[in-house]
């Protein structure tokens, strides 16, 4: 392919890719509430439906091929419709629509996010041992996409070429890069310490949690996931489930399990605080927990045994302690009220309720707004 038609494909799939992007900036919120594509998610690709309209056009057929303008008639003579059934039915007043459905990937549905919600950057805490690649633009090459393009490298070049070939009016200084003569940015990979992070999810699965607020948890947790991936280079992803009683599961049983009985808060941050202890040290690990329940809790002091655990053991450890309660038909919805009272100014503390999935986009600014 010719250079100029590359740089031409190049600036026609830049235009796309902006336009993706202000049209999934634009309805975040709606994306945020569905959880279809994020059923679609590859490794590092989610795919978004995005509605379009097919443009007319005009299309030329063969000369042989007959249409307008062949046959009987004279000039001025009114066209009449054709003598074939008329259709049957209303018009409809809606233009036909299409779903295109795009691949993003992770990283830049994380930078919309950010952009969206203005989420500040992550201020991490707790260095790790581990090496991450950075990649910087410190060197200069001749040859890559005219994003990267040196203006004042190729304009230097383009001056010692014409003043080496006499070409060089002082008193006429017109300077014309040619292909020869064009500088690009380049990068090189440098290794950095980073730093490590570890999500763990907690979730109520007693009777009064139904399917519709497990998938409110599931999308919640996804974006989550999304933007804390794009601060860290490396993350790990704990699950907690509990009803009177809290054990470990994988992701899989963490989003279809079915249990029933009461509900025992302390129990799930009693297991988070020993994990803590036993494996994510908190001069090393950046430190997320996210609990999901309907605030219904079990009675006999469980609320003020979880009370004195956040205040005590976990929120001195952690960066940010997450409380979102999502609502229930069963559900109190008490214990938001009674974290709010008794820990309601602790600063690592983010309480948010989730009614429906509305409240999502609003759930995540709430989380995650607070750069810790």
Not at 84 to 92: I, L, P, S, T, V
Not at 303 to 327: A, M, S
Request: net charge negative.
């Amino acid at each position: 392919m010719a250079p100029m038609s590359i740089r031409r494909a190049e600036r026609d799939l830049n235009r796309f890719r902006q336009i993706v992007r202000g049209k999934i900036k634009k309805d975040l919120r709606k994306y945020m509430s569905h959880g279809e594509m994020i059923g679609r998610q590859g490794k590092r690709y989610v795919s978004i439906p995005l509605p379009q309209i097919d443009l007319p056009q005009f299309r030329y057929g063969a000369k042989e091929g007959g249409g307008v303008g062949q046959g009987d008639g004279d000039v001025g003579d009114p066209i009449a419709s054709g003598d074939g059934e008329q259709g049957m039915g209303e018009a409809g007043s809606e233009p036909g629509s299409h779903v295109l459905e795009v691949d993003i990937t992770l990283e830049e549905l994380a930078q919309i996010l950010g952009e969206e919600l203005q989420l500040p950057n992550i201020e991490p805490k707790g260095k790790k041992n581990i090496i991450s690649q950075k990649d910087r633009y410190s060197s200069i090459r001749r040859t890559g996409p005219d994003s990267l393009r040196h203006f004042k490298r190729t304009y230097r070049e383009a001056l010692r070429r014409q003043i080496s070939a006499g070409d060089y009016n002082p008193d006429d200084p017109v300077i014309v890069p040619i292909h020869e003569d064009m500088r690009y940015r380049s990068w090189k990979e440098t290794l950095m310490p980073e730093s490590n992070a570890v999500i763990i999810y907690m979730m109520d699965v007693s009777g009064s949690m139904g399917s519709e607020q497990k998938e409110l948890v599931r999308i919640t947790a996804f974006w989550i996931e999304t933007w804390l991936r794009s601060q860290y280079k490396e993350i790990d992803m704990r699950y907690i489930v509990h009803d009177a009683a809290a054990k470990e599961v994988d992701q899989e049983t963490f989003y279809h399990i079915r249990e029933g009985g009461g509900t025992k808060i302390s129990s799930a941050y009693k297991l988070c605080n020993r994990l803590i202890d036993e494996r994510y040290p908190a001069a090393e690990w950046n430190i997320y927990p996210f609990h999901f329940s309907d605030g219904d809790n079990w009675g006999g002091g469980d609320t003020r045994e979880c009370i004195d655990l956040l205040r005590k053991e976990l929120l001195p450890k952690v960066n940010l302690f997450c409380y979102g309660q999502v609502r229930s038909l069963y559900g109190s919805g008490r214990f938001a009220h009674d974290l709010e009272e008794y820990l309601g100014n602790e600063d690592d503390l983010v309480i948010s309720e989730i009614a429906d999935r509305d409240d999502i986009y609003d759930s995540i600014k709430d989380f995650l707004g607070k750069g810790k």
